[in-house]
């Protein structure tokens, strides 16, 4: 059994921003690998956007980024998910605008969503997809290597993608879907070597 996490905020209100990218790729993950008819349902159980299909489960926590870990949890208990069959994609604001970086456990680097979830699972054993979306004009005047402010960061992520971004992160979202189908048929080394 697999669990494949789309970590997002809910609402028409975010539906477009950098937080959001991983609720549009595993949108495009599940479009591309559920039978057409289907769709997502509701479940108030986990408060989460579900969707089983054989052995694969598809979740958007609905929980707000910052408590994605309690939607998580309850899914691996009911279905008894190990913790490195559970696969979280998510935004990274240390990798450039559509960058994608595969791994295996580690730090949450200051990512809510991934704290909430390695707190509530208790463990950080679960694989991760890294979507770079940038840090935009800061990181343009000052680089990459500059630590932006707490308060910057959290509006930063909120914020839509601009428009001249908007190729680069539609490349984004269908490399990253590839990313998660070739995880899927051919493991997770694959994928890491592939896309890393």
């Not at 494949?4 to 959001?20: C, D, F, M, Q, W």
């Not at 559509?98 to 990512?111: C, E, L």
Request: proline letters at 3%.
């Amino acid at each position: 059994m697999n669990l494949i996490v789309g970590l997002g905020n809910p609402g028409e209100k975010y539906a477009s921003t950098r937080h959001n990218i991983g609720f549009m790729v595993i949108n495009k993950v599940f479009k591309d690998s559920v039978a057409v008819e289907k769709n997502w349902e509701f479940n108030k159980d986990f408060n989460c956007m579900l969707f089983k299909s054989g052995d694969l489960i598809f979740a958007k926590p609905q929980t707000y980024m910052n408590a994605s870990g309690f939607a998580v949890q309850k899914i691996k208990q009911m279905y008894k998910v190990p913790p490195e069959n559970i696969w979280v994609i998510h935004d990274d604001i240390d990798l450039p605008l559509g960058k994608i970086k595969v791994r295996i456990g580690g730090s949450s680097a200051g990512h809510h969503g991934i704290e909430s979830i390695m707190r509530e699972t208790g463990s950080d054993a679960f694989v991760r997809f890294r979507l770079g979306i940038g840090r935009g004009k800061q990181e343009e005047k000052t680089g990459a290597t500059h630590s932006i402010q707490r308060h910057s960061v959290e509006k930063y992520v909120v914020s839509p993608f601009s428009q001249h971004e908007e190729g680069e992160v539609r490349k984004l979202i269908k490399h990253a879907a590839k990313a998660v189908e070739t995880a899927l048929h051919k493991g997770i080394d694959k994928a890491m070597n592939e896309y890393n």
